[in-house]
């Protein structure tokens, strides 16, 4: 079956600073990925979704990236600020379900220091 | 749209004791999800619903867990007997399924019901 990892638990960086978090997944190759914000206390908030094909996306400060030789993705805030602090999860299409449902990291937390 | 409703928001309870947790989805959304969130095992999927249909229930650790969606607008999970082991945030999901597949669809979630046996 597929694996999917996020591999940092925790990041924390100064104000201002570009924060880059990292997904890695093995077993197939999705043809979507997504990001998705937790707040303390609240359920996951969609961010962005990813196409194989797109390889970056942006968002305001956001940008994300999708290397399918690398199996990888990366998430980018840029000018980050202490409100980004939360913890941050990408999901991807789980096939081995009987229509495919999605599969989440563990999350990794950022936290942006004033 | 007032999003995904689930109550209660907190729920504590002994050992033994049978748990219902609700959920009210987003009106027009046709999947419905079941996760579990534990600090060691992150975000699992429990169950998922198709048209109020049971899709694939393989997430469910055991027999002592049930869901059921009766109608569009509701879905319940039931704990029982309830473990300490249990104790966890449990999420209800909904999405708007779209020809792309489930890799496509936004998930949209509700606020969480926290869960602690005792």
């Known amino acids: 079956s597929q694996k999917i990892e996020q591999n940092s638990e925790a990041l924390n960086i100064q104000e201002g600073k570009t924060a880059t978090l990292t997904c890695n997944y093995t077993?197939?190759?999705?043809?979507?990925l997504q990001w998705y914000r937790q707040d303390p206390g609240r359920g996951p908030v969609f961010l962005l979704l990813i196409r194989e094909n797109e390889k970056e996306k942006r968002k305001e400060r956001l940008k994300v990236t999708f290397d399918t030789t690398l199996k990888q993705s990366l998430f980018h805030i840029t000018a980050s600020q202490p409100a980004d602090s939360a913890t941050y999860l990408c999901?991807?299409?789980?096939?081995?379900?009987?229509?495919?449902?999605?599969?989440f990291g563990k999350g990794t937390k950022l936290s942006v220091k004033p | 749209d007032a999003g995904v409703i689930q109550s209660p928001r907190h729920e504590v309870t002994e050992m033994g004791q049978e748990v219902t947790l609700r959920c009210k989805p987003i009106s027009g959304h046709d999947y419905l999800f079941w996760y579990r969130q534990t600090m060691m095992r992150g975000l699992e999927l429990l169950i998922y619903?198709?048209?109020?249909?049971?899709?694939?229930d393989s997430g469910m650790p055991e027999d002592r867990f049930s869901a059921k969606m009766p109608n569009a607008s509701f879905s319940t999970l039931k704990i029982q007997p309830s473990e300490p082991r249990d104790s966890a945030v449990y999420f209800c999901?909904?999405?708007?399924?779209?020809?792309?597949?489930?890799?496509?669809?936004?998930?949209?979630f509700g606020p969480g019901t926290r869960l602690t046996v005792l």
């Open positions: 999901a991807l299409e789980d096939y081995g379900g009987s229509q495919g449902n999605l599969i």
């Open positions: 619903f198709n048209n109020n249909v049971p899709i694939d």
């Open positions: 999901a909904s999405s708007y399924g779209t020809s792309g597949g489930a890799g496509t669809d936004t998930q949209y």
């Open positions: 077993n197939y190759s999705p043809a979507y």
